[in-house]
């Protein structure tokens, strides 16, 4: 079985800084991670995905995530944020051979402040 | 093309009443998942069908069940609503079972009173 910890429920930021949203998970088997934003009274929008290969993932709106294996995380970064990037992201863990069930982390909200 | 469309947007029920909540997939996709996204928390995972048979269940009860038609839309019941049924409940379309990419819909927002 695999869960998802996201370590912060609320990041508040100020316009241009640089964040950092944590994400640990745990599995007995070999994972895809993902990153989703959710604007308000929206669905999900997929920002990146590690699959396999390089552990740095570069996705939409200048995100990014790096992979480490053996600390079991999976963390989004951004270098400056923007008062549109203020959302819930939600970090998920899919198990290889499990078909694409997702199992998602509790969200952070991202505050971005001017 | 229209992404994955989810019908209605909101809906206000009874406890004890049953509910029917509607997905059209992404066209070509054939792998359609529900989940409940309870306020404050992540998404929970409660099935996946593809090709019109159930290939996964979440720890939901019996009260849930789903179907998915030949034209790969699908539909989620809820019988005997309880309040704590009250959530947003998602879809995922999927072009097929091991896909790594699912693209989610807007959403039905229950409301159990």
């Known amino acids: 079985a695999q869960s998802v910890t996201q370590l912060d429920s609320q990041v508040p930021v100020f316009e241009e800084a640089p964040v950092e949203l944590r994400c640990n998970y745990s599995?007995?088997?070999?994972?895809?991670l993902f990153w989703y934003v959710q604007y308000p009274n929206q669905g999900l929008q997929l920002l990146l995905k590690y699959l396999s290969g390089s552990t740095l993932v570069k996705g939409i709106n200048g995100f990014e995530a790096e992979f480490n294996k053996s600390q079991t995380s999976f963390h989004l970064r951004k270098p400056s944020v923007h008062i549109s990037d203020t959302a819930e992201y939600f970090c998920a863990v899919s198990g290889v051979e499990q078909g694409g069930k997702l199992i998602f982390g509790q969200g952070t909200e991202l505050s971005v402040k001017p | 093309d229209a992404g994955v469309t989810q019908s209605p947007t909101h809906l206000i029920k009874t406890r004890g009443q049953q509910v029917t909540l509607r997905c059209s997939p992404i066209?070509?996709?054939?792998?359609v998942s529900w989940y409940q996204q309870v306020l404050g928390q992540g998404p929970q995972f409660i099935f996946q069908y593809y090709e019109k048979e159930e290939r996964g269940r979440g720890n939901f009860p019996d009260r849930f069940s789903a179907r998915q038609f030949p034209n790969y839309s699908s539909e989620l019941n809820v019988n005997a609503l309880l309040l704590g049924d009250s959530a947003l409940y998602l879809c995922?379309?999927?072009?097929?079972?091991?896909?790594?990419?699912?693209?989610f819909g807007q959403g039905t927002r229950l409301t159990v009173v």
């Open positions: 066209s070509g996709h054939k792998s």
């Open positions: 995922a379309s999927s072009l097929n079972l091991g896909s790594t990419e699912a693209f």
């Open positions: 599995s007995s088997v070999s994972v895809y």
